[in-house]
T-cell receptor
């Protein structure tokens, strides 16, 4: 049972480059979310989705795009990377009731130089 | 928007001692989640509280939600080195679990 799989685990980008962080879950969860974690700031919600074809903005959506074409996948796109986007990114998924909490991936550590 | 404040920000405890971490919300909590994160790793779900006055336990960790549903506490009894890590509380932004925001976390270290 893989749970939530994030790729890549590490990435270095140059300012202005674009890239996609991949997230896939095999638990048939309807809800999926992307967070970034910066030192001393906990987790901040970037975008979230309540089902295929439905996405919405979280607390810090600027500079990121998402789409949800299938239940399993929820990729996060950085349009034009900036040093301020250096962070650890986590993808998570949950069933609608949330009784068992969100299942988190192991994270992608992104550095923008 | 709802804000979650955790206290303390960091904590160093002698092994075997008890400790408490608090999470206070600016609005009524519909659902309150506690997670643990080991340094450099992903988050592990501990427990979820929904009802005012609710209390749940898992091994030596007990979480409570106050009657007014604006404050939660996480209590660890007889702390062990395995309890070290970052503890985060998260809250539903509405009546479903679609949008969860988190507090800034409490960094717990256990001194042998």
């Amino acid at each position: 049972n893989a749970g939530v799989t994030q790729t890549p685990k590490f990435q270095v980008l140059k300012t202005g480059q674009s890239m996609t962080l991949q997230c896939a879950q095999d638990m048939n969860h309807e809800y999926m979310s992307w967070y970034r974690q910066d030192p001393g700031m906990g987790l901040r919600l970037i975008h979230y989705s309540v089902g295929a074809g439905i996405t919405d903005q979280g607390e810090v959506p600027n500079g990121y795009n998402v789409s949800r074409s299938t239940t399993e996948d929820f990729p996060l796109r950085l349009l034009s990377a900036a040093p301020s986007q250096t962070s650890v990114y986590f993808c998570a998924s949950s069933d609608p009731q949330g009784y068992y909490g969100y299942t988190f991936g192991s994270g992608t550590r992104l550095t923008v130089v | 928007s709802q804000e979650l404040e955790q206290s303390p920000q960091s904590l160093i405890v002698q092994e075997g001692k008890n400790l408490t971490i608090n999470c206070t919300s600016s609005k009524t909590l519909y659902g309150l989640y506690w997670y643990k994160q080991k340094y450099g790793e992903g988050l592990i779900f501990l427990m979820m509280l929904q009802k005012g006055g609710e209390e749940k336990s898992h091994e030596k960790i007990t979480a409570k939600l106050d009657e007014k549903k604006q404050q939660s506490s996480l209590h660890i009894t007889a702390s062990q080195p395995s309890h070290a890590g970052i503890y985060l509380c998260g809250a539903d932004q509405g009546s479903s679990a679609s949008k969860i925001i988190f507090g800034s976390g409490t960094r717990l270290s256990i001194r042998p």
